[in-house]
Each structure stands twice: as structure tokens, then as C-alpha cells.
Nanobody
Framework: QVQLVESGGGLVQPGGSLRLSCAAS???????MGWYRQAPGKQRELVGA???????NYADSVKGRFTISRDSAKNTVYLQMNSLKPEDTAVYYC????????????WGQGTQVTVSS
């Protein structure tokens, strides 16, 4: 059974930082891992992703501020978010994508990030 458990969300002031964590179980090391977000009234969008080989990509809106990383030994992916802005407010979802190798795609339940003074 696959589980993606997110943690680290919360309320932070503009300019602050948060680190999200996603602990994955039941998946192998070939999965690409990513973070998506969905703000009220908007579509879910990719924030950042990292392949099993460590290649990363980011949404233009977060480049230079957010960093995605993974600890393969712990099967955990992180999203370090710096210089947060009110427009970063959203529910953040962890994603495990094995489709390149013919595996399934899985989602976490989401964690709320609110950037407000």
C-alpha cells in the first residue's frame, strides 16, 4: 500500500520560510517526486519536481526561492520555501510519479501553507 504523508505546512509571514516534507512508503526508487499546489479557485499546478536521478525542474514563479530535494534512503522528498509571498498561499500536495516506467501516480492528502501578515 502506497502512502505519501506530508508535513511542515502552516502560517508564515511574507518573506519567511517553511520546509515541507513528504515521507513515502510502498514505492520504489524509480519514482519521480514532486510538489504541486492548489489555491482557492485555481487549478492545481506544479511547483517543483525531482527525478530518481536528481534532476529538478520548477515553476517560474518559484525559481530562486524554492528548492526541492530527496533523501532516497529515507524515501522522503523536501520542499524548502524561502522568501514566501502571499501568492504562495495554497494547499501543497506531494506527488509520486512512476508513469515513465509504467507505474502509477500517487498523491498525498495535502498540507496548507498560508502566507500572511
Amino acid at each position: 500500500q502506497v502512502q505519501l504523508v506530508e508535513s511542515g505546512g502552516g502560517l508564515v509571514q511574507p518573506g519567511g520560510s517553511l520546509r515541507l516534507s513528504c515521507a513515502a512508503s510502498g514505492i520504489n526508487r524509480f519514482y519521480a517526486m514532486g510538489w504541486y499546489r492548489q489555491a482557492p479557485g485555481k487549478q492545481r499546478e506544479l511547483v517543483g519536481a525531482i527525478t530518481s536521478g536528481g534532476n529538478t525542474n520548477y515553476a517560474d514563479s518559484v525559481k530562486g526561492r524554492f528548492t526541492i530535494s530527496r533523501d532516497s534512503a529515507k524515501n522522503t522528498v523536501y520542499l524548502q520555501m524561502n522568501s514566501l509571498k502571499p501568492e504562495d498561499t495554497a494547499v501543497y500536495y506531494c506527488n509520486a510519479d512512476g508513469s515513465y516506467y509504467g507505474f502509477r501516480v500517487f498523491w498525498g492528502q495535502g498540507t496548507q501553507v498560508t502566507v500572511s501578515s
